[in-house]
């Protein structure tokens, strides 16, 4: 998996756009680009992904330069419930009869104040 | 729904005695993860498997085995716990498909 790097924390006010960057230079050709939400004590869980170009769905939309070497998590008007850490993945994880050995980094903690 | 199942929430283990983590996955998955979860350093995967019997290395192995007898049982094992292994684990399951579901985790202290 390529080497993934994003700011270690972010604040925001209620009702705004968030925009959270994530570096991965040594993207490969077959990686597609992860992003997972995690809550305190809770496991993380699957927000969002994409290979190029634009992804929406009702959570977020990730934006893909064209070089691909870094991506952006852009949560619309965020809540007091989105605080939590998300996690930016670079890697191929399909099951293509390999194995996939899926590592996160550390995360950026969002923190959304009233 | 996939439902990855972590057989304990909280657990007190005494320094040198022999730990058991269960994970347990209904969806019939093929990849199977550990990761251990501490403050400041993010997720950080201990072993993983891709199938029945067969395991690999994470980035921090060392005190830690794994076993996988059944496709949807993977277990993490600390063969002499340590004060140093008082993290909180995090079990993950992922098929053919792109997204890895994990359990609610286990918090072990080991004093």
């Known amino acids: 998996l390529a080497k993934t790097t994003q700011p270690i924390s972010m604040d925001s006010y209620e009702g705004q756009e968030v925009n959270i960057t994530c570096s991965h230079n040594?993207?490969?050709?077959?990686?597609?680009i992860t992003w997972y939400q995690q809550f305190p004590s809770q496991g993380p869980r699957f927000i969002i992904q994409?290979?190029?170009t634009k992804v929406t769905n009702e959570v977020a939309s990730l934006f893909i330069p064209a070089d691909r070497k870094s991506s952006t998590l852009s949560l619309p008007r965020v809540s007091l419930s989105d605080t939590a850490v998300y996690y930016c993945?670079?890697?191929?994880?399909?099951?293509?009869?390999?194995?996939?050995?899926?590592?996160f980094g550390t995360g950026t903690k969002l923190q959304v104040i009233p | 729904d996939v439902k990855v199942t972590q057989s304990s929430r909280y657990l007190v283990k005494r320094t040198g005695e022999k730990v058991f983590l269960e994970c347990v996955q209904d969806?019939?998955?093929?990849?199977m993860f550990w990761y251990r979860q501490d403050p400041g350093l993010g997720l950080r995967l201990i072993y993983f498997?891709?199938?029945?019997?067969?395991?690999e290395k994470g980035d921090i192995p060392e005190g830690y085995s794994v076993s996988r007898e059944k496709k949807e049982r993977f277990s993490l094992i600390l063969e002499s716990a340590s004060t140093n292994q008082t993290s909180m684990y995090l079990c993950?399951?992922?098929?053919?498909?792109?997204?890895?579901?994990f359990g609610q985790g286990t918090r072990l202290t080991v004093v």
């Open positions: 993945l670079v890697g191929d994880m399909r099951n293509s009869g390999g194995y996939q050995k899926v590592t």
């Open positions: 040594n993207i490969a050709t077959n990686d597609y």
């Open positions: 994409g290979y190029k």
């Open positions: 969806m019939d998955h093929e990849n």
């Open positions: 498997s891709y199938d029945v019997k067969m395991k």
């Open positions: 993950a399951s992922m098929g053919s498909g792109t997204e890895a579901f």
